[in-house]
């Protein structure tokens, strides 16, 4: 089966995209050495892995993830990005029973290699334990949890079939697995890479406390384009009491959110909002509301693309 999975994934690549392969290849089947490389170089506090690779996989991902800093200065050149989601618009891309091939316009998701949704067998889904808090010194959850989840192949069924960290699963479960974790107060994001494809691949339920890509995202205060806002933002209405429930990291992986003592108000940082909805439900007055807002881009909504006839 080995073998089978990974002629599938060197299949997918069109004659000039072949060198994009082995990136894929390492990335996928290391994908918790490549985390924990990251985290180290970052100078994050991290827990060593269990297991080891051997130092000739090692020096690769370090090359692997020299290629992607050095390309993500701008969004002209980043291969590496994601988009916030709301939790309809995350449910509405596992609930797929068609292949898809879908453009993707730069209003949407605004980085020049990010480029479609592409979604060969979209019932082929891989759950898999979420790498970042696996690695992480001191995880907000005891279990690092089957929280990360790619979709159709040949990325999925190679995951499952050469990653032990992987397994299959259905869209019922990965509906229920989205929903729990919005419960939960983890933010939806929906990774684009130019190694796979230039395409959407993945779906991360991400904390600010363990997740690379938002860890990454507060510590540079946005300067490295790796993240795009969902398309709507934060507004506080005259619901608000000030209760400060909404200020929590936990409730804003962004920071957005403060206390105005004076007045006893919320207050939204329009520059730091991501538009993720975490706030929204964790508001117990109902003060805090979604709205859209074109200068935050436009939604992931794989059904209002395909009516518009992309698909």
Wanted: proline residues 5%.
């Amino acid at each position: 089966m080995h073998n089978e999975t990974t002629k599938a994934l060197y299949d997918f690549y069109k004659l000039e995209d072949k060198n994009d392969f082995f990136p894929a290849y390492l990335y996928l089947k290391y994908i918790q050495h490549f985390i924990s490389y990251v985290v180290k170089n970052l100078g994050i506090p991290t827990k060593e892995l269990p297991y080891e690779l051997d130092e000739g996989l090692e020096e690769m991902i370090g090359g692997y993830y020299q290629q992607i800093a050095e390309a993500g200065d701008s969004a002209e050149t980043s291969v590496y990005n994601a988009k916030v989601l709301k939790l309809k618009d995350a449910v509405k891309l596992f609930t797929q029973e068609q292949n898809l091939h879908v453009p993707i316009s730069e209003k949407i998701v605004p980085f020049k290699n990010a480029k479609y949704i592409i979604m060969n067998n979209p019932d082929s889904i891989s759950i898999g334990t979420c790498p970042c808090r696996e690695t992480s010194e001191t995880p907000c959850v005891d279990d690092p949890m089957e929280v990360c989840l790619f979709i159709g192949d040949p990325f999925a069924a190679f995951l499952r079939d050469q990653n032990q960290k992987f397994r299959k699963g259905s869209q019922e479960e990965a509906v229920k697995i989205l929903e729990d974790c919005h419960e939960k107060g983890f933010v939806h994001t929906a990774w684009f890479k130019k190694d796979l494809g230039n395409s959407f691949a993945m779906i991360c339920n991400c904390c600010s406390c363990c997740c690379l890509g938002i860890r990454m995202w507060n510590l540079l205060e946005g300067s490295v384009p790796i993240m795009a806002p969902s398309g709507y933002v934060a507004e506080v209405n005259e619901e608000c009491v000030g209760c400060g429930d909404c200020v929590d990291e936990h409730a804003c992986h962004f920071h957005a959110i403060s206390i105005d003592k004076e007045n006893e108000k919320a207050v939204i940082t329009y520059e730091k909002c991501m538009g993720c909805g975490v706030c929204e439900d964790v508001c117990p007055n109902s003060a805090i509301e979604l709205k859209r807002d074109p200068e935050k881009g436009e939604p992931l909504d794989i059904e209002e693309m395909k009516k518009q006839g992309n698909a």
